[in-house]
């Protein structure tokens, strides 16, 4: 554990300087703690998979007496001391289609297995939240089954659409609103993932659990869903 | 006195966007900060009319808009030099020249010209503008489709509408002390904060990065700025997505650092060499591309205070 000063108001917690999914619990119970004890002199916190990236108000409080807090308070949560019930599990559905997941006949080309062995392997696993962001509501989601780990196309896509259900390695997500993307998709996901009018603008946050489940094109349409031919 | 009319859009210019200091509380939800590019310059704007430092101004990147007063306002320019000018209802023009507060009186437009000296001005409004907020700010991030007159991320465009406080007490005419006006086209040598992944960065390396004149990209917006010259190569290995602080240095594999800005993304994967110290990012994002600036390695302590001087200055007005 690591705690550096990035510049006047930002310090950043290096929890650890590898990816491994019990963190997440350890991050996400830290982030309210920080939220907590710094109170209004918290100006932003970006908690990812491994990092806690911390913005105070130096006008409220000075630097020294923040490196003191959060040394505390990293030093004081070990991974037992965390309590796992307070994060929610997410059910999100999913119409794992070629007409949506474009990259479903060359993921299934690259594996070996069946479109229909790719769907139930991606749709069986209880994904983590282990970070959000990129772009607003895009929840990195882990770990994705290692038969169907797919590296990132080389060149980006310009449009993915939104609802997007991708992969790139360990990883998936929803492509919360159209946004370029090189990530491989396999399906779309009709519901709607960010909206600036809701509070919180998203159902994600770090150390939630996600499960997609695979529904019918007649569901899909009636949750309003849409086919978007690829250009 | 609170009012439907205010300031009128004739000309939107290159690109002007509602901003004040920027959205806060969101980074974990993914929404990026946003914000004006130059605090200091949105800063003097505000303290001319003595607002606070938090209220809604015109941010005009490359000039050429153009504005007309539904009621009297007082106002204040700051920041680029866009020749601006005063139109009377007869057509007469009058020179007004940035750095003081001014009174713009009922049906006299106010029209800029091009940038020929910085890129962002501010057009400040007494009791800034009457804008609804989003998650407490109205900063314009198009790329978040937040914030702006109707909340959408949109620009100005021409025919909008800001309602303001019309002002009837008479103005004291307040001015920038003349040696804190910034020169925009000197040289700029920014103070680097050495953070994030500096230690795997070898000396040779560093050296050639504190060494190098860099150029101002094309390719450069209020998300961030991307340098070119000489590459000084990347590391070997990617690094695990983290937070961005504003001012981050990124180092991609073509070893040419970009500067993250105010509508930089949340998280990001390239390793950064440091931070540009706050102070300095101002007179940065008065640059355009093609100019020159170099970096230089800076002590955080002596940093710290001197942006909470200037934090301390500019939230003098409540």
Redesign the interface.
Same mark, same amino acid.
Do not use: W
């Given at each position: 554990m690591k705690i550096l000063a990035l510049n006047e108001d930002c310090f950043l917690i290096q929890v650890s300087d590898t990816i491994d999914l019990a963190l997440t619990d350890k991050i996400a119970f830290l982030v309210k703690q920080i939220e907590m004890q710094l109170g209004d002199a918290l100006v932003d916190i970006t908690p990812s998979y491994s990092t806690i990236l911390v913005h105070y108000n130096l006008l409220k409080i000075a630097p020294l007496v923040v490196e003191n807090l959060l040394e505390t308070a990293v030093l004081s949560t070990s991974l037992n001391s965390v309590f796992k019930g307070q994060n929610k599990v997410i059910e999100l559905p999913v119409y794992y289609n070629v007409s949506v997941g474009w990259d479903l006949p060359a993921l299934s080309e690259q594996t070996g297995l069946s479109i229909e062995q790719i769907i139930q392997l991606h749709s069986d696993t209880k994904y983590r939240v282990c970070a959000v962001g990129f772009a607003p509501g895009f929840a990195f989601l882990a770990q994705v089954p290692a038969a169907i780990n797919i590296a990132r196309h080389a060149s980006p896509r310009a449009v993915v659409p939104a609802g997007s259900v991708a992969i790139a390695d360990a990883q998936t997500a929803v492509y919360p609103a159209d946004s370029p993307g090189g990530w491989q998709i396999i399906g779309n996901c009709p519901v709607k993932l960010f909206d600036l009018n809701n509070d919180p603008i998203t159902p994600f946050a770090i150390g939630d659990s996600v499960k997609f489940r695979s529904i019918l094109l007649d569901e899909f349409l009636r949750l309003g869903g849409q086919i978007i031919d690829e250009k | 006195m609170k009012s439907n009319s205010g300031l009128y859009v004739l000309n939107a210019g290159v690109f002007s966007q509602l901003q004040d200091l920027g959205r806060? =509380? %969101? /980074?974990? $939800? *993914?929404?990026s $900060?946003g914000g004006v590019g130059d605090p200091l310059a949105a800063g003097w704007a505000n303290y001319l009319l003595k607002n606070s430092a938090d209220k809604s101004l015109i941010e005009i990147s490359f000039g050429q808009a153009e504005f007309i007063a539904e009621c009297d306002l007082q106002l204040a320019i700051t920041g680029a030099e866009m020749s601006a000018f005063i139109v009377m209802p007869s057509g007469q023009k009058k020179a007004q020249s940035n750095n003081r507060s001014f009174v713009l009186k009922k049906g006299q437009g106010l029209k800029f010209g091009f940038a020929s000296s910085g890129v962002r001005a501010y057009l400040a409004v007494k009791g800034g503008f009457n804008i609804r907020k989003?998650y407490g700010s109205c900063s314009t991030v198009t790329? +978040?489709? !937040?914030g702006g007159l109707d =909340?959408t991320g949109s620009n100005l465009k021409n025919g909008d509408r800001l309602s303001a406080f019309e002002q009837l007490d008479r103005l004291i005419t307040t001015k920038i002390p003349e040696q804190f006006i910034p020169d925009y086209n000197s040289p700029l040598t920014l103070g680097v !904060?050495e953070?994030?992944q500096c230690e795997y960065f070898s000396s040779r390396q560093k050296a050639m990065f504190y060494n190098i004149e860099y150029t101002i990209g094309t390719q450069s917006d209020r998300m961030g700025l991307r340098l070119t010259g000489k590459s000084i190569g990347g590391l070997s290995k990617g690094i !695990? @997505?983290? *937070? !961005? /602080? #504003? =001012? @981050?240095i990124q180092i991609p594999a073509d070893g040419l650092p970009i500067i993250l800005l105010q509508d930089r $993304?949340? #998280?990001g994967g390239y390793p950064k060499i440091g931070?540009v110290?706050?102070c300095d990012l101002n007179l940065l994002v008065q640059k355009s591309a093609g100019e020159k600036i170099r970096f230089k390695p800076t002590c955080?302590a002596d940093? %710290?205070q001197r942006? #909470?001087q200037r934090?301390?200055f500019f +939230?003098q007005f409540k």
């Open positions: - | 806060y =509380g %969101q /980074a974990k $939800q *993914g929404l $900060q989003k790329r +978040n489709f !937040i =909340g !904060i953070a994030y !695990i @997505s983290e *937070g !961005i /602080a #504003l =001012g @981050s $993304q949340t #998280l931070c110290a706050r955080l940093q %710290q942006y #909470l934090l301390r +939230n």
